[in-house]
C-alpha cells in the first residue's frame, strides 16, 4: 500500500516525505523499501516489544482510566528527534541496505515475528480491553496494523494509536476508521523545527489532529518540553491556541524531557513545566504534567471534584458514575 513503481525507482505517499527510493534502498524511515524496483516491507510484523501497560502510560488518561492495555512496538520512524528516547529502534534508517544477493535485510537483533492473530489471542489471554500500537512510530507499518485493527475490531477489542502524526491524509483516514483512541504527539509549534530538526511536518500533523477529532476518534495530546528546542512562550502558547481552536476538552500532556540520544540541554525544569500548565489551563480545559511526579488528578469542569484520582500509573475512578461526575451529575467525555 502507498508504494508506486517511477521506473526503477520506488515512490512512497504514506507519509509527507514523499520518499523516491532507489533500488536496494529504503525510504527515510528505514522501513519500507525498494527491491528490483518493487515496493517491499519487510519488517511486516516484526514486534520489537510486547508488553501489558496501564493505559496511563501511553499516555491517555481520558480513555477506560485504570485499565490495562497490551502495547506493540516497532522498529523504525519517519522522523529523526535529536531527543529521541527510543532512537536505537526508532533511527534503523542508518543501517537498512537490502543485500541484494541474499535479498535479505538484517532484521533479526529488531524483534520476533507476530501474526496479527497471535496478537489478538495474547490481548485476549491478557483480559486487555484494548491494543496500542505504539513505541517508535508505528504508521510506517501502515499494513500491519491495519491487519491487527481490523481483527482487533472484530474480537471487540479497542485499538490505541500512539503516533508522531507525521502521515498523509489519505493512509491517515484510512487508519483512523478503525482507530478508538489516539495520543498524538505535537513536538513544537514551529513549521521550521519541525523540518529541519525532526524531518517532518507540522501541518500534516496539525490536519491529523483535526482529522481525529473530525472523525470522532478520542484524542489526547502529548508535547516534549524541550528546553532550547521548543520552550519558548510563544511557542506553546500558540500550540495551547490550536488545540482549543480544535476543541478545548483535548487532554494536553506537558513532558519533561531529560537528556538522551543527540541532544543535550538540562531537563525541564519542573516549576517552569507546572507554570506551562497553569497558563495553558487558562485555554484548555484539562492539561497535565508527565515524566515527573505532580497532581495530575482529572476535576470536573463544572464543580471541581476529583473524577480520577491518580498515583503514579494508578487511576481511582471512584469520583465518576459511569461517565458522570459523581458529585454534580454532570456528563464527561471520559471513555469508560
Ligand atoms: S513512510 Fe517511510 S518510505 Fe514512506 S515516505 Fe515516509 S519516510 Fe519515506
Ligand atoms: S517521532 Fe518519536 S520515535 Fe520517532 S524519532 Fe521522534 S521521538 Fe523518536
Not at 33 to 61: F, H, M, R, W
Not at 83 to 91: D, E, L, R, V
Not at 236 to 260: E, M, N, R, T
Not at 288 to 299: A, I, P, R, V, W
Request: glycine share 8%.
Amino acid at each position: 500500500m502507498f508504494m508506486m513503481p517511477d521506473g526503477e525507482n520506488v515512490r512512497c505517499d504514506l507519509c509527507p516525505k514523499n520518499c523516491k527510493i532507489k533500488t536496494g534502498n529504503f525510504g527515510s524511515c528505514g522501513v519500507r523499501g525498494n527491491k528490483g524496483g518493487k515496493g517491499i516491507i519487510p519488517y511486516y510484523g516484526l514486534i520489537s516489544a510486547l508488553a501489558v501497560d496501564p493505559v496511563e502510560k501511553k499516555p491517555l488518561y481520558h480513555f477506560k482510566p485504570g485499565s490495562k492495555i497490551l502495547s506493540l512496538g516497532f522498529a523504525g520512524c519517519n522522523l529523526r528527534c535529536p531527543f529521541c528516547q527510543n532512537w536505537q529502534i526508532s533511527q534503523i534508517n542508518q543501517r537498512s541496505q537490502i543485500n541484494q544477493r541474499s535479498q535479505k535485510t538484517d532484521i533479526s537483533d529488531l524483534g520476533r515475528r507476530m501474526q496479527s492473530g497471535e496478537i489478538i489471542s495474547a490481548a485476549l489471554r491478557q483480559d486487555s480491553p484494548s491494543i496500542a500500537y505504539t513505541y517508535s512510530e508505528p504508521l510506517v507499518h501502515i499494513e500491519y496494523i491495519l491487519d491487527c485493527m481490523a481483527l482487533a475490531r472484530r474480537h471487540g477489542i479497542a485499538n490505541v494509536l500512539v503516533t508522531n502524526g507525521c502521515i498523509k491524509p489519505e493512509a491517515a483516514a484510512a487508519v483512523l476508521k478503525l482507530t478508538d483512541a489516539a495520543n498524538v504527539d505535537l513536538k513544537c509549534f514551529s513549521a521550521d523545527t519541525y523540518k529541519n530538526c525532526l524531518g517532518g511536518d507540522l501541518e500534516a500533523v496539525l490536519d491529523f489532529i483535526r482529522l481525529c477529532r473530525k472523525m470522532n476518534v478520542h484524542i489526547e495530546i502529548t508535547t516534549l518540553v524541550v528546553p532550547d528546542l521548543n520552550d519558548s512562550r510563544e511557542e506553546l502558547d500558540a500550540a495551547a491556541d490550536f488545540i482549543a481552536s480544535v476543541d478545548k476538552d483535548i487532554p494536553w500532556f506537558l513532558s519533561a524531557y531529560h537528556p538522551d540520544y543527540r541532544w543535550n540541554a538540562p531537563p525541564t525544569d519542573p516549576v517552569f513545566l507546572l507554570r506551562t500548565a497553569k497558563e495553558a489551563g487558562k485555554k484548555l480545559t484539562y492539561v497535565y504534567t508527565g515524566n515527573f511526579s505532580s497532581d495530575n488528578n482529572t476535576h470536573c469542569a463544572s464543580c471541581g471534584a476529583v473524577l480520577v484520582k491518580r498515583r503514579g500509573y494508578n487511576a481511582d475512578t471512584s469520583g465518576l458514575i459511569n461517565n458522570t461526575c459523581a458529585a454534580c451529575g454532570k456528563i464527561t467525555d471520559i471513555v469508560i
